[in-house]
Structure formats: structure tokens, C-alpha cells
């Protein structure tokens, strides 16, 4: 991963967002936590990926395993999000929603690890992950902490992983990895929805310490934020048939996300400024 920012000035005008794309599982001090993929018993063979050269395989075959990975790693950072939920006595329609999303994060990652497989002739399984056991902290605490996780992995980095997606679509040319970028974007758009919901909700319920936190956020959050290094020595067209690609190489796709994000959050937290005070 390489920084957006095109100049040393700019990395240090402001800070820099890590892009994960979708809502990861994080331990308590904040780090990403993943299972790393195993290989399968299959062997599988598929004409048109044998095609393409060696190199270009394993480059393709590494990018989807890690996609799929991340997905696998959302499948249960949902299932701990509607947990948290449940125990915060939040509305049953966002816990519904949040174990809706972890079925479709396990949709998602069933498909990166079939095109993963696809590229390197073997099938794919998922390691082992376990939802991260959390110390118990007061309710208060929770609603800060969960809305500070909803805003940067939800609200933000599932929107612009949906977009993301998007972009790739249009440029990928292989139908299957066309037809499984089409369905992430959906459902990684409707994540962020539901993100919304959820911090909008914690708005309503947090008082000052959960608004004081997100004006914070909403004052500070970075407008630059990580790309791919893609492979050296492979034709980039030949990646971008197949979903390796710089989708927003300037970065304005995620400023203009930010943006968005900063003016809609504007408005809400006028809404909760009476009921914070």
C-alpha cells in the first residue's frame, strides 16, 4: 500500500486514512485481526485463467486471497457488531441488519476465494477466527467506542469500498469477476447505510461524550488516504480485466466521499446538539 498524497508537504498537512476495504474485525488496541486463507484439496482448472501468464496468476490469485480474507474477517466483525448491540439494548431492526450483512460478507468471501482458486489452480478455505473477547466497560464507554468504529469502518470505509467496487466493475472485462464485483458494491453501499443508522442512533442515546466525540471525528478526519502498489513488470490492463486495478488513482474519489460525509454528519449533529447538552 502506497499513500495517496503526491507530495511530502501534503502527507504532513494532514492526516492520512488507512483504506480497508469494508468493516474489518479489530482487537482492542485497534489493529486489523485476519485469518489467513488455506489451501484446498481441489485442484481446479479453468481455460480462460490458465491463459493468462504465470505471473499475472499469482498477482491475481494473492489479490483476491487477500479480499477474501478481509471479507472473512467482516463475516465476523458483524457478528460482534450485532452482539454489541444486543447488549446496548440498540432497536432489533439494526441487529437484524447487522447479521443480514454477515451473511453477505460470507457470500462475499466464498467469491474471492473461488476467483482466488480460479487463479492459482487450487481451491481455497478460510482460516480460523474467533470474535475477539471484549473486557466489560461501561455503557457509556461502548456507545463512544462504537460510534467512533461505526464513522471510520462503517459509515466511511464501506462507502468507499462500495464505490470502489463500482469502479472496477465497469473496467473489469472477465464476467466473473465482473459479476462479483457488481454484488460487493451493492451490498458494501448498503453497509454504510446501515452504519448510519447505527451512529445516528448512538447519537440518540450517547448524550455529550458520544456527540463531543463525533464532531471530533468529523473535524479531524483525513481527505487523503492509501492506494494499491500494484505488481511491477505486469501490463496493468491485464490486472484491470480482472479486478486489479487503482480505482481512484488522484484520490478525489474518497475526498469527494469525505466531503460528502462531513456535510451530512454536519447537519445530524445540529439535530442531537439539544439532546447532547
Sequence with gaps: MVPRASSRHERNAAPTHLMVEGRPLRRRNGRIHRARARLGHSHLTDRHALKLRHDVRQALAEYWRTQGELEHSSVVAYQ???RRLEMLDAPESLVRRSLSAAVQEADHWTRCFDLAGRYLGQSLRPGRLRRPMRLPRSRTAELVALAVETLRDGVINEAYAGRLAAAKAERATDQRVHDTLVIIAADELDHSSLSRDILDWCLAVGGRPVYDMVNHMVTTMPTTTTGIALPM?????????????????????????????????????????????
Design 80 to 82: 460482534d457488531l450485532a
Design 233 to 277: 513488470g505486469i501490463q496493468s490492463r491485464t490486472l484491470g480485466d480482472h479486478g486489479l486495478l487503482d480505482a481512484d488513482p488522484d484520490g478525489s474519489m474518497f475526498a469527494n466521499l469525505v466531503a460528502e460525509v462531513r456535510d451530512e454528519l454536519g447537519v445530524r449533529l445540529q439535530g442531537h446538539r439539544l439532546d447532547a447538552a
